[in-house]
Structure formats: structure tokens, C-alpha cells
């Protein structure tokens, strides 16, 4: 077999908030239907996402989700963050729909739906290999964007900071940045 296609169908209370939501981050509407089933399509670019309504759904009760492969994630997260600060002036970060920064690993974006969609380089790098900074950092940003976990993954990360000192500067720069977000996700800037 060769060139299948898989589409993930997401639920969603509401398919009109939903396309409101994916027409700001840049996708277009390609397909809506209301009877006899809610049902939406949107796509940008070669990514495709499919909705159906069901009536009385909690977004945060959500525990559905797909993974999207790019070349570029962060690409692909500036335009998302582009659009947010359109419409709502910022890029949102708490609550749903949110965004996480972009990381070497990616980004999640929560959509109005409570669908966690998790933006990946096409190719991953290896996680052998990688210091106790670089693991952390997974971690904390595993913990604290899945799992509503912020400060846990501050412990985490923080914890880390102090023990791993021979990290490179590079590393350092990217999880003192995940950590200004943590305090900001908790209102405890320092």
C-alpha cells in the first residue's frame, strides 16, 4: 500500500466555535455539516482535521488528541500565535484553547474542543545522550502542558537548574525560558 491518509476525528461541543478557532490560526473550512450529524473539516497546507459535535461535550474532560508532523514547528507556531494575538491580542497560554511556547520538541495547542494537538518535527532527535537538564526539561513540559501539572514540572525544572551546571548554554537558555513560563502560567513571577 502506499500514499494512505489518516484523518483524526476530534469531538467537540460546538463545531462553529471550533472553525472560528482553526479559520485564526490560518486553516480553511473545507467541509461543515449540521444534520443529521454535526461534523467539520479544516485543513492548511497537507494538514487535515476533522470535528463532530456531540451535544453537552467538556472540553475539559477531553482526553483526545492527535499528533502533527512539520518540518518546522516553530514555523508553524508563530503563524498559530500570529493569529491568536489577532483576535484575542495575545497568545494564549492558560485555560482552553492555549498554546505552548516551541520547544526543539515541539508545541501543543488545546482547541476549544479540549483536543490536544501536538505539533513534532517531522524527524526527532535522539533522547540518548541527552543530559539531566535536557530530560528535565521534557518532563516539565510534558507534565506541565498534558497534564495541567505547572508546579510539579517548576519543581522539576528548578531542581535541575541547580544540580546540572556543566548544560550547555544553550540548554540553560531554553529551560530558564520554559521556567518564565511556568511562573507566569502561575502568577508568580520573581
Same mark, same amino acid.
Given at each position: 500500500m502506499a500514499n494512505e491518509v489518516t484523518?483524526?476525528?476530534?469531538?467537540?461541543?460546538?463545531?462553529?466555535? !471550533?472553525?472560528?478557532?482553526?479559520?485564526? #490560526?490560518? *486553516?480553511?473550512?473545507?467541509?461543515?455539516?449540521?444534520?443529521?450529524?454535526? =461534523?467539520? $473539516? !479544516?485543513?492548511?497546507?497537507?494538514?487535515? #482535521?476533522? *470535528?463532530?459535535?456531540?451535544?453537552?461535550?467538556?472540553?475539559?474532560?477531553? =482526553?483526545? $488528541?492527535?499528533?502533527?508532523?512539520?518540518?518546522?514547528?516553530?514555523?508553524?507556531?508563530?503563524a498559530f500565535a500570529a493569529g491568536m494575538r489577532e483576535v484575542y491580542g495575545q497568545v494564549l497560554i492558560t485555560g482552553i484553547p492555549r498554546m505552548t511556547r516551541p520547544r526543539r520538541d515541539g508545541f501543543l495547542l488545546v482547541d476549544p474542543g479540549g483536543n490536544w494537538i501536538r505539533v513534532v518535527p517531522a524527524v526527532r532527535e535522539r533522547e540518548n545522550g541527552r543530559n539531566g537538564l535536557s530530560r528535565a526539561l521534557s518532563s516539565a513540559v510534558t507534565l506541565a502542558s498534558s497534564h495541567a501539572a505547572e508546579r510539579r514540572a517548576l519543581r522539576i525544572l528548578e531542581g535541575a537548574l541547580e544540580r546540572e551546571v556543566h548544560a550547555s548554554e544553550e540548554e540553560r537558555a531554553s529551560a530558564l525560558k520554559f521556567r518564565e513560563e511556568l511562573l507566569e502560567r502561575l502568577n508568580l513571577h520573581r
Open positions: 484523518i483524526p476525528l476530534l469531538p467537540c461541543a460546538s463545531i462553529d466555535e !471550533v472553525a472560528e478557532f482553526y479559520v485564526m #490560526l490560518g *486553516f480553511a473550512v473545507t467541509y461543515r455539516q449540521y444534520r443529521p450529524n454535526a =461534523y467539520l $473539516s !479544516v485543513r492548511r497546507e497537507e494538514i487535515n #482535521l476533522h *470535528f463532530f459535535g456531540i451535544p453537552g461535550y467538556q472540553a475539559d474532560q477531553s =482526553y483526545s $488528541s492527535c499528533l502533527i508532523q512539520v518540518e518546522d514547528p516553530r514555523e508553524l507556531h508563530d
